[in-house]
């Protein structure tokens, strides 16, 4: 293995990136949190899934979502273009396998604002490097008042949503890290403390070996 150029550390060319796989019921905040997280690391990037529901007030094709017909949709799976899909409040998601691919050989981490199907499913297909984290509400109260406040979805919807979501939090179980949101910074100072130690993981950072033996081909 060639030594980086002299201007360069070898952790800013040598890396493996990571999955960092985050669910939680709706309304729990992980949106934000993972929103957060991506604005603050510039070496994470939020995956954008495909999903054949309608555009919220506000969303846009390729920001939020790559929105698609159910024939689409059909025809991405066919063709074995998603890493993972699933069916979510009638609707279907999936993540596009390509750019996760490229993203992780390219040293990048990319964050997945997946439901626990989504993240039972990457982490099967690539355990060495999803980090999974679940996020809890404090109360029940505090989630229901949570969905009522955005003010995006009937009665009807949030219920079901409410509904779906004490099913949701029996697999918690599954996740590495379970952050409960009693306090967005706090929330999001754990979510980052954990973001960062993994990253150090030696098994992501292929520049490590080589560095150890030039430290002890060195003399003083």
Known sequence: MSPPEEHQKPWETQRRGLLLLMSSPSGAGKTSLSRRLVADYSDLTLSISATTRQPRPGEEDGREYHFVTDTEFDRLVAEDQMLEWATVHDHRYGTPRKPVIEALEMGHDVLFDIDWQGARSINSAMPR??????????????????????????????????????????????????????????????????YRAERMKPGRNTWIKAFVDGLRSERA
């Open 129 to 194: 490097d999803s980090v999974r984290v679940f996020v809890l509400p404090p109360s029940w109260s505090d989630l229901s008042r949570r969905l009522h406040a955005r003010a995006q979805d009937h009665e009807d919807v949030i219920q079901r949503r409410l509904e779906r979501g004490r099913d949701e939090i029996t697999h918690w179980g599954e996740y590495d890290y379970v952050i409960v949101n009693k306090s967005f910074d706090r929330a999001y100072a754990d979510l980052s403390h954990i």
